[in-house]
Each structure stands twice: as C-alpha cells, then as structure tokens.
C-alpha cells in the first residue's frame, strides 16, 4: 500500500478513526480528501498524522500534484521495512550505494530505485513506479519503466555481477529482492 486517500465522512466510522487505527499499524501516507473544511477539521486530521487534507471541491489536478509530492516525500523513509543489507540509502542528499559503491543514477533512476528501496518485496507496477519517478506520468510511456529498470539492472551489474537485486513479476510489475 503506496499511499491511502481517505474521507473523514465515512458511514460506518469516521475518517478520523480509521486513521488513528491505520496509525496504529502503518506509516503509509494519508491523504484527507473531504467536504468538511474548517480549520479544526484540518488540523486534526493532520494532527492524528495525515500528511496532507484538501477539502472538496477539488481539482483533480490538483489531487494529483499533492499525492506525487507526498510520494516523493514519503520515498525517504522505509514504509515497511529497512533496506536490505548491501544498501545505503541517503535520501537528504538524493544518494543510493549498493555494495558500498555510490550509485551514478539520473533523477528518474534514483526515484526508482528510491521507491522499491522503501518497500523491499512489495511488487509495484508500473503505473505506481511512474507516478514515484515522474513529475508527469502521462507524459511518457508505462514502456519507459522498462528501460529504465533494464539501465538500472546494468548499473547493478558493474557493482556485483551475480547480483540481481530487481526481481520481474511478468503481468504484475517490479520488487527489490528481499534478504
């Protein structure tokens, strides 16, 4: 689970609980999408550890470029796990080593592998890991991440070359190889 967009006007309980039990379990990033606008709704919800509240009516653009910045905010910490052993991951200074080697990647590339090193074994498709490396995913192919994790492979390669630490789910998408 990448990011979770969440109503505070829920029927059976409100978005406010379901964030404080999700909280309870998960550092998953939330997003309040809602028609309740006051200021005290605001604040609670990001109080209780919402990263983000954007009150209805809304821009679908605008819904967008807040869910890409909260995923690119949210790619420098481990959701689920810490990274594998072999890697480092210095996400102030937007730098990955592997095997103790510092990494030579385009900004596209970091974000990529960025976004698999937050989650090691969670399978991510394409559509998730455009939306994590591009500033705008429409503009270019789901293809382009194929390239892209074929010139990454390569880069790996030059560091270890028995590792293989990009793992292909055909259908599905990309995970980074867990311990």
Request: charged share 25%.
């Amino acid at each position: 689970m990448a990011l979770v967009v969440l109503d505070v006007g829920l029927p059976d309980m409100s978005g406010f609980d379901v964030c404080r039990e999700l909280r309870k379990q998960h550092a998953v990033p939330v997003i309040f999408l809602t028609a309740r606008s006051s200021e005290v709704d605001k604040i609670v919800g990001l109080e209780l550890g919402a990263d983000d509240y954007l009150a209805k009516p809304f821009s679908p653009r605008e819904l967008t470029a807040r869910i890409r910045a909260v995923l690119r905010r949210s790619n420098g910490t481990s959701v689920t796990g810490t990274a594998p052993t072999g890697w480092t991951h210095d996400a102030a200074k937007c730098r990955i080593s592997f095997q103790g080697k510092t990494l030579d990647l385009t900004r596209n590339e970091y974000r990529l592998l960025a976004a698999l090193l937050a989650a090691p074994g969670r399978v991510f498709s394409r559509d998730q890991l455009m939306t994590a490396a591009w500033d705008d995913p429409g503009a270019s192919f789901d293809r382009t991440v194929d390239a892209h994790i074929k010139t990454l492979r390569a880069k790996l390669r030059t560091v270890a070359p028995d590792a293989d630490p990009i793992v292909t789910h055909r259908g599905l998408g990309y995970s980074l190889r867990e311990e």
